[in-house]
């Protein structure tokens, strides 16, 4: 199975931050984290994706402050502003500076174009990827939420880990002092993400073979409990796609990590080699969302079987809802 890519990679590991209280602040399994702070304390500085200060928007910044990392941690899973990341990156190069550099696999690609040459003192680390969605349905959603709670949002997340890993939760924190919590794929922003993806992802040229990074980490979709990298605080997939990379991320202290097979690594995460498909409301979502933002668009593009189930949801009372869910499957099942 998926003879063709195997030759890609140096090694391939599952593994985690080993300090739990972190872990369960991060994405996955927190290597990004582990591998931020590995390259600050060696005086080096790291390029990553932050959200604005409005929380409007998600950007790059290039810091060698540990203060930072807590800013970084998190996927922002829109379209970024790249501000002035390539030269400012070989502009350190150029100086002797070690950088790290986070970014999703197109991303790397292109700041590999804008130097023009491989660099000893440049790690580069790709995202798995199927793509960001429009930063309009982030914009959209901040400001639903704040419209909702009558405050500013100080805390987001698209990907909270609530108890454990999974299932990922939308959160939002604001000035007075109120939260929201659902899981992410519950929200209008979570069912924007899953149909609105961008023309070019879905046929993306940097799969498979043409992963241009140093490490590759994704989430490791179907690690189990019996699996020795298992945490059910978060799992991280490793590829060390080079020999730098592999030298990198064998050497951060504070991390778990536990060779395994590109097989399994793959298996159940084929955005490594596959671009995703386009979903069927696409092109219904994406043009209600320009003409009538995120909330109205995903009300109304939805098929109508799941607008009834929708609505129904919103006047179940919240203490029957989940014996109303069961009965709902338990019936679906039968039919
Ligand atoms: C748009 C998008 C799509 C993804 N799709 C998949 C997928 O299909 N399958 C899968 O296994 N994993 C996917 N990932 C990766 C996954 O969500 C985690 O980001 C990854 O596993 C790192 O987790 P962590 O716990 O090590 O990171 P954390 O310790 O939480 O740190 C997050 C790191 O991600 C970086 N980052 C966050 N958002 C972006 C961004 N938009 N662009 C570049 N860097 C960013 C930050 O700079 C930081 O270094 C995707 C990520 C993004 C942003
Ligand atoms: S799917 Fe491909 S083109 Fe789209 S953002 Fe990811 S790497 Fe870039």
Redesign the pocket.
């Known amino acids: 199975m998926f003879e063709e890519y195997k030759k890609h990679d140096v090694a391939v590991y599952g593994g985690y931050l080993s300090d739990v209280s972190k872990l369960m602040q991060?994405?996955?399994?927190?290597?990004?984290?582990a591998m931020?702070e590995y390259m600050i304390k060696q005086g080096g500085y790291v390029a990553?994706?932050v959200y604005s200060d409005d929380f409007y928007s998600?950007e790059y910044i290039l810091t060698n402050k540990i203060s930072d990392i807590d800013r970084?941690?998190?996927?922002?899973?829109?379209e970024?502003d790249k501000k002035n990341i390539y030269s400012d990156v070989k502009r350190l190069l150029d100086s002797g500076e070690k950088v790290l550099f986070?970014?999703?696999p197109c991303?790397v690609a292109a700041l590999y174009k804008f130097i023009g040459t491989r660099n000893k003192n440049l790690i580069t680390c790709e995202?798995?990827?199927?793509?960001?969605t429009s930063a309009q349905i982030h914009k959209d959603y901040v400001s639903y939420l704040e419209d909702k709670y009558s405050s500013k949002v100080i805390d987001f997340s698209v990907?909270r880990k609530k108890d454990f890993w999974t299932p990922g939760y939308l959160y939002a924190k604001f000035e007075n002092g109120q939260t929201f919590e659902k899981p992410f794929y519950e929200t209008e922003y979570g069912y924007g993400f899953t149909v609105f993806g961008r023309e070019r992802c879905y046929d993306c040229k940097f799969k498979g073979n043409n992963r241009q990074g140093d490490i590759m980490?994704?989430?490791f979709?179907g690690a189990v409990d019996t699996d020795e990298y298992w945490n059910r605080c978060?799992v991280?997939?490793i590829f060390a796609e080079t020999t730098t990379g592999d030298a990198f991320i064998t050497s951060i202290p504070g991390i778990s990590i536990f060779s395994t097979t590109f097989e399994k690594a793959v298996k159940h995460?084929l955005?490594v080699i596959k671009s995703k498909v386009k979903h069927n409301n696409r092109e219904k979502f994406s043009k209600l969302l320009s003409k009538k933002g995120l909330i109205y668009a995903s009300k109304h593009s939805l098929p109508f079987k799941t607008q009834a189930i929708k609505y129904a949801s919103t006047i179940i009372p919240d203490k029957i809802r989940p014996m109303a869910k069961k009965l709902y499957f338990a019936i679906k099942k039968k039919a």
């Not at 995202?127 to 960001?132: A, E, I, T």
């Open positions: 991060c994405t996955s399994g927190g290597i990004a984290t931020s990553g994706v998600a970084l941690k998190g996927s922002k899973y829109i970024c986070f970014g999703l991303v995202l798995v990827c199927h793509g960001p990907r980490i994704g989430d979709w978060g991280s997939v995460n955005m």
